[in-house]
Nanobody, 123 residues
C-alpha cells in the first residue's frame, strides 16, 4: 500500500495549511486513515483519524476545533485541514492506515502502512 502525503510547508502562526494523503492503489473500506506527527526529540503523536467504514472522525485534544480530517472516496484521498496553526504544531506529518478501533486510533504501533511524511513549520 502506497501512501503519498503532500501540502506541507512554512506558515506564520494563525495561518492555515491543508495536507493530502493519496492512496492510489488502496481502497479503504474498514480501516482507519489517520494523521500523526513527530517533532524533533518528541514521540509520534496521533493528530486525527477517520473511520473509512463509518466516516466518524477523532481528534487529539491539542488540535480539536482547529484541525479537520476528511476523505474523498472517489479519489482515495484523505485530507487534514489545519487552521489557527501554532508554533507547537511544527512537525513532520505522516499519513497512516491500519485496522484499528475508536479506542486505539492514536496508537501508531497498530498502523500497517505509512507515507513518507511532509514537513509543517509554523513560525
Amino acid at each position: 500500500v502506497q501512501l503519498v502525503e503532500s501540502g506541507g510547508g512554512s506558515v506564520q502562526a494563525g495561518g492555515s495549511l491543508k495536507l493530502s494523503c493519496a492512496a492510489p492503489d488502496f481502497t479503504c473500506r474498514r480501516n482507519f486513515m489517520a494523521w500523526f506527527r513527530q517533532a524533533p526529540g518528541k514521540e509520534r503523536e496521533g493528530v486525527a483519524a477517520i473511520s473509512c467504514f463509518s466516516g466518524v472522525t477523532y481528534y487529539a485534544d491539542s488540535v480539536k476545533g482547529r484541525f479537520s480530517i476528511s476523505r474523498d472516496n472517489a479519489k482515495n484521498t484523505v485530507y487534514l485541514q489545519m487552521n489557527s496553526l501554532r508554533p507547537e504544531d511544527t512537525a513532520t506529518y505522516y499519513c497512516g492506515t491500519g485496522s484499528v478501533s475508536s479506542d486505539s486510533w492514536h496508537d501508531g504501533g497498530r498502523f500497517d502502512y505509512w507515507g513518507q511524511g511532509t514537513q509543517v513549520t509554523v513560525s
